[in-house]
């Protein structure tokens, strides 16, 4: 299974869209960081809580999409030695990328380009096969993480 196999089936199961990212990625965070966080069992748990408030464009504020935010957390994560121009010159290209496929990377505009509402309700809808019918976040989580693939190398 690829990583963004794996994206679009956390989201699938639940994971908001800024997690299914993140966690998709979190062998590679785990060898790459060299972050000693906490045991490897509980690993994948604090980037779970780490990434779960940025669901819905941060907070479903439908601000930066989810799948990005999860991505650029992976990026800082996974390239520690970089400097700050560095690392951010490889967000922009992320970022970049993700607009030229995706059309934006704002949660808002994706939405409304997929002829879904864009509500700011901080109560997350029920996850049934409606919602993931109507909206595009599991190509987005998806896209994401193949961008992210690409960049990782």
């Known amino acids: 299974m690829t990583r963004a196999d794996r994206a679009e089936q956390n989201f699938t199961a639940g994971m908001n869209c800024s997690q299914a ?3 998709a990625f979190s062998e590679d965070i785990r060898e790459r960081s060299g972050l000693p966080v ?4 509980t ?3 604090a980037l779970s809580l780490i990434s779960r408030p940025f669901g819905g464009g941060m907070g479903r504020l439908r601000l930066t999409c989810g799948a990005v ?3 650029v957390m992976a990026l800082g994560l996974c390239f520690p030695g970089l400097d700050r121009g560095a ?3 490889l967000v922009q290209e992320f970022v970049r990328r993700f607009r030229e496929e995706n059309g ?5 505009e994706l939405l ?10 901080p109560t997350p809808e029920a996850r049934t096969a409606a919602y993931y019918k109507k909206r595009p976040c599991s190509a ?8 992210l693939c690409g960049l990782l190398g």
């Not at 906490?38 to 069992?41: H, L, N, S």
């Open 69 to 71: 935010s999860g991505a």
């Open 21 to 23: 990212v993140l966690m």
């Open 87 to 89: 690392l951010y010159a």
């Open 140 to 147: 987005l989580v998806r896209s994401a993480a193949e961008i």
């Open 112 to 121: 409304l380009g997929a002829g879904s509402a864009a509500d700011t309700s």
């Open 38 to 41: 906490c045991a490897e069992e």
């Open 104 to 108: 934006s990377c704002i949660c808002g």
């Open 43 to 45: 690993f994948p748990d």
